[in-house]
């Protein structure tokens, strides 16, 4: 299987803008499945089209294996990349459109025929061949999409936004297929996504970025519990933030001062992040301050309280019967265990 | 999916109907004239090729003018030229079109430059094109006289026919050069409204440049193609003024035997000239309905 190296990848478009992607440094893993994660416009497209051929960077490099490959010609990369819009060849039948890669590298007829239909039984469609994409629902034509790639075994499989065009319902099929296909095969895939949960349930690792730059790359639960700035920690969603002042492991804030043992900082001006399910009601003892509970609701599987605590207000997510135990406008103590207490250095200016 | 609802007029008709039908009316007196000097025209000529000719005492309908002018062998080689000229042509300037659209698709910043070639190109008559590759290419032309300067032919007078030549390369010339830009304004906005993603999937499957626009690009635009150079070839094959200024003697261009046939002193010639026209009318419409078909098979697959 093939590692991909992305260094100081960059790729400007226009001299007047800023780059589309900007001294991407990547390591992407043989055999695994990694997602390029960010919002749309972060020049996650224009990452796969540059590994794929099909765009040439301004500078830096892409090896595969630690090989350049910038002056190989798509065809000759082994890389192939499943496009967000199918594009599948609409003149074609949809046995022409599978076995093209295989008719480009003229294998014979009947070899291409019998590889087509096991392709079709890998992506749960079986006799399709004769019809045309057109007679495709967007599921099922995303499915050729990817057998179309499949055919010609590639060494790296580049998915744009595979799932984003998809119902619910068939974006939890595909997330399904596209994991068993990849484990089965064992081929180092890429795929974008602008959603975060589904990098997270779907990817080995996540690289994350904005506005062209890489952000953070690791596995999913990191993003979680260790994000690397607040912007990270913001696009992940549904943490609590209190700026403060860190130093010796503890974090002095407005409203009182915490043990935390984990931070991404040494020292200096910072703020203290926790998710809300880490904050608790009720029982006082250390890390606890007093706090007003402001409004509840209560969703079956929990309840979510907003607490203000002096300036500030934060959000709790709780058992759902805490919502007995409490009422609107009650002091409560707070309480936020330290070891899930993340320090993280403080917002960037443009913030 | 939408539901798309249908307002209905006071009368009962949709508004589309309705719309519709006020076209039709505010376009009546056009079409009518149209149609009466059309489709008279058409109509008169169809009766004088069948040798219906009142005026000079000509009464029954028969098909001799069609006989004579099927078993004349300068009818048969001017039909022979003219397909020739309309096809060759066609073929030529459809090629060059597609391939020139495919060059400017990429640098296609120069987008405004392009336009003005192109549209430079299309608004010089085929009149004076015609002037264009008399000028240049006859015996006595610019390309002949530099030649001779250059040494690369002894006088002028070897430089190769290519006016008023039995091959018809000056007629060829002068429609070639006029219709590139036509065909490839066309290809051009098909190219750029299809966008280059197709061939990426062609490039990235494992197709090379060549296989990625033989299988991808070629058949995306084909039905573009198509029906651009059939309205070329209708065109060429009826046209007069160009084969009458840089045509050969012998055989002659069908549009320009017709019109000899029909200004001949001998009335008689008449009925033969409109049974030509009809041959070129038939020729036209039978391409126009070959590129309705083609096309329509293009849009629905
Ligand atoms: N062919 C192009 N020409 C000019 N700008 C482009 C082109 N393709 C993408 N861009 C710009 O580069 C940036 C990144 O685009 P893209 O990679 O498509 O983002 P994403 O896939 O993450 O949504 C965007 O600002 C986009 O406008
Ligand atoms: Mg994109």
């Not at chain 1, 790359?217 to 933030?241: C, L, Y």
């Amino acid at each position: 299987m093939t590692q991909v190296t992305l260094s100081g990848l960059t790729k400007i478009f226009d001299e007047k803008s800023p780059p589309a992607v900007d001294q991407l440094d990547l390591e992407i893993e043989s055999g695994k499945l990694t997602a390029l994660l960010g919002p749309s416009g972060c020049g996650k497209t224009t990452t796969m089209k540059m590994i794929a051929g099909l765009l040439r960077p301004t500078s830096g490099d892409i090896s595969f294996d630690g090989d350049s490959i910038l002056s190989i010609p798509p065809e000759d990369r082994g890389a192939v990349m499943v496009f967000q819009n199918y594009l599948l060849f609409p003149y074609m039948t949809i046995a022409e459109n599978i076995g093209f890669g295989l008719k480009m590298r003229k294998v014979d007829r009947k070899e291409i025929r019998t590889r087509v239909t096991d392709m079709l039984d890998l992506v749960q469609l079986p006799g399709f061949e004769d019809r045309k994409p057109r007679q495709l629902s967007g599921g099922q034509q995303q499915r050729i999409a990817l057998a179309r790639a499949l055919i010609v075994q590639p060494n790296v499989l580049l998915l744009d936004e595979p799932l984003s065009n998809l119902d619910a319902h068939l974006r939890d099929e595909m997330r399904e297929l596209i994991r068993r296909i990849q484990t089965e095969m064992g081929i180092t895939t890429v795929f974008v996504t602008h959603d975060q949960e589904e990098a997270v349930v779907l990817a080995d690792r996540i690289a994350l970025l904005f506005d062209g730059r890489l952000q953070q790359f690791d596995v999913p639960d990191a993003f979680f519990e260790s994000p690397q700035s607040v912007e990270i920690a913001k696009f992940f969603g549904g943490t609590n933030f209190i700026p403060g002042h860190y130093e010796g492991g503890e974090i002095t804030t407005s409203i009182g001062r915490f043990r935390a043992p984990r931070s991404a900082v040494d020292g200096g001006d910072a703020v203290l992040s926790i998710r809300p399910e880490a904050v608790t009601l009720g029982a006082a003892g250390g890390n606890s301050v007093m706090g007003r509970i402001r409004s509840h609701v209560y969703v079956g599987r929990y309840a979510r309280f907003r607490v203000t605590l002096g300036d500030i207000e934060v959000e709790a997510v709780t058992d759902p019967g805490q919502v007995k135990m409490f009422n609107d406008g009650d002091e409560v103590p707070v309480t936020f265990d330290s070891n899930k207490i993340w320090v993280i250095g403080p917002a960037a200016a443009h913030e | 999916m939408a539901v798309r609802t249908r307002r209905l007029t006071g009368t009962g008709l949709s508004e589309k109907a309705a719309r519709r039908l006020t076209i039709t009316v505010l376009l009546a007196p056009a079409i009518l004239v149209i149609l009466l000097l059309f489709m008279g025209g058409l109509v008169t000529g169809f009766l004088r090729s069948l040798g219906y000719f009142p005026l000079i005492g000509l009464n029954d309908f028969n098909f001799d003018a069609y006989s004579i002018i099927f078993t004349d062998n300068g009818f048969i080689r001017s039909f022979i030229l003219t397909f020739h000229i309309a096809f060759t042509s066609t073929l030529i300037a459809s090629i060059l079109a597609v391939a020139s659209a495919m060059l400017l698709r990429p640098a296609f910043r120069g987008k405004r430059f392009v336009q003005f070639i192109f549209s430079l190109n299309l608004t010089i008559p085929h009149l004076v094109g015609a002037v264009g590759v008399l000028y240049l290419f006859s015996g006595s032309g610019l390309v002949s006289r530099l030649a001779t300067g250059a040494g690369l032919i002894d006088s002028p007078a070897g430089f190769p026919a290519m006016v008023n030549d039995p091959w018809a390369i000056g007629i060829i010339i002068q429609y070639v050069w006029k219709e590139i830009p036509f065909i490839g304004v066309i290809v051009l906005a098909i190219l750029l409204s299809v966008g280059e993603d197709y061939e990426s999937v062609a490039r990235s499957l494992g197709a090379n440049r060549w296989q990625a626009f033989r299988n991808v690009t070629l058949p995306l635009i084909m039905p573009g193609v198509v029906s651009a150079s059939v309205i070329v070839f209708a065109f060429t094959f009826g046209a007069f003024e160009i084969p009458w200024l840089l045509g050969s003697t012998f055989p002659k261009a069908l549009p320009v035997l017709a019109f000899e046939s029909y200004t001949d002193v001998d009335l008689a010639a008449r009925p033969q000239a409109m049974a030509m026209a009809m041959v070129i009318a038939v020729m036209s419409s039978l391409m126009i309905l070959a590129y309705m078909k083609v096309s329509r098979r293009y849009v629905r697959s």
